[in-house]
């Protein structure tokens, strides 16, 4: 028995009446044969015991019997399981992380014959597990092949070690950033404790006062490194040798040759020139070495234009320039080496920024979209999202600022507490007035822009109000981040209407296409691109730069809408163009009903701001998304807009 199907079957013990087979593929991620002959096998092993299993056509398969006869009989598979080895899991996760331990970082041959016998599942399971591997690890390397026998990847050193990098990191979280437990799905406990006490443990002078999440990925690459010396195999040096001066120079150089003379010391591995050149490389891309230390004036230019750019599309004189100036010129130098390296740094905050500024961001890769033909790099959502969060706190400054109020009912010796930690979250122009329950219905209310109740649900007020908790954990930051930027971040650089004047002025009904069918997401944005092209909108690079944004990042809503788009030097002129469909398709990780692309070319950026909050407007509730749709032509959506 292995763990699957011990879970399946005390699924079905619990199960009151028939399941289907297809229902229990779906839930297992396996096929309905594979299902069966789960079955099979469960049949076989509780033979003697009480309880019947029955199959029963068009209507699944149901367990019957008394309770303590299943309680046995569960009993029995347990113990089956526990005779066998612990390696064959039930989840497809655990599936992929064993096969990319065995194919990427061991290099071990693999056939699919031998991987479905050993997981029980079926050829096309494990075809669909390396396509999902594929769909991570294949941005920066050739990916894992078949030929209908076996399973190779066919890189080179660099690129099998970016692979296995990418893979960890991708499939982690920030909960998970210290946990031995999931570092040994991959590699030794011996080599990770190693590992551990440089990166996370010491943390050394060199890392001090860098980011944990920048920290794992260095440390996943370090241990990917290490695992691969460890079986003889090394990076190759660079034929170039003044390419090979200019990356060992300064203190990322230091830094390697520490580390590894660390690690060889305490696990006896050797490295090589080719692996300290490799190291040291790394290690500056992520800020640790001579790029943080100086900066070109190539870099003063481009920092200097991406700032000019987002003043464009917000409208506004970024007050503190010299600071944001500072802040990009140390982050894009390291984000452009990391990218152009295929290196991934996942930013925890990423779905807070997409959710609750989802204008800005869109702006923010607007603004940077030029640095992928300077640079020959392709951005990702977490690496705008960074340079997203220096914008927030930059253009929020010039937003005039209005009161906070904080009620606190009881909880006297935590005001202190949670006034500075409110204090810390909130921009640093926020003024606020403090006062207790008793006293609240003396204060006067006229320039308050947002009441904060601590311990408090509600207050009968005109003032939005929020409640938080005296404790104030990660969800009431988030309810006091929302409710700030509802209450006095939007409200101030909105329109002040509801209607959509420049999209008005820019929609185009010949573009605006009703009830289509569409089997998938790639068929819907080539349905859109199809027609851009047709009306002379966009040239031949659009639908390729379409298609790499969605596969570095999602453009979904979670009101059911999505936004895809592409970079502006791909555009010919002005166009957006609606897709209402008549069924939802599976867009990522939510159905979408409606996708608008809009298509707005370098000449015209001055309107980019404000049509994008005119999307955004238009789609970003499901109530609004779902009007929409429930409409029946273009006229009536048209009224709707021009109202």
Known sequence: MNKRQVDLFNYLCGAKDYVPAKVLAQQYQVSSKTIYKDIDDITEAVSESNIQIQKKPRAGIKVSGKDKDKVKAMNIIANLQERQSDEIGTSPAERRAVMVKAILLQGRQQTLKQLSEHWLVSKTSILNDIAWINDIIAINSPGIESDGISLEFKGNEEQRQTAVTTFVVDNTDVKLLSSDNYLKQFFDPKVIRTLSDYFVKNQTEWFENVPAYYRFALQILTLVQTARAALGHHIQLRSSQNDYETSLSGDSAEVATNLFKAISKQLQITFTQGDLDWLARNLSAYRIGPIANGISAQWEATVQEMITRMESLQEVKIPGRKLLRHQLMFHLPAMVLRLQKGLIVRNPLLGDIKSQYPELFGMTWYAMSFLEDRYRIELNDDEVSFVTIYFHIAINQVI????????????????????????????????????????????????IGLIVGVNLKSLITSVPFVGISPLFDANDQTKLMKAYADALVKPQSSQGTVHFPILRRSIDPALVFWKERMPNKQDALNFLVDRLEAAGKVNTEFRSSIFRRERLGTTELDSGAALPHAVPNTVKSLGIAFLILKKPVHWNSIPVSIVVLACVPEAQVNIYRDLVMDIYRLVQNRQMVQMIVGLNNTDQFLDLINQ
Do not use: C
């Not at 209005?402 to 122009?429: A, C, T, W």
């Open 400 to 447: 005039t600022s209005r009161n906070v109020l904080i009620v606190f009912n009881q909880h006297g010796e935590l005001r202190d507490y949670v006034k500075s930690q409110i204090r810390m979250l909130l921009p640093q122009n926020t003024k606020y007035t403090t006062a207790s329950l008793g006293s609240f219905s003396q204060i006067d209310l006229t320039r």
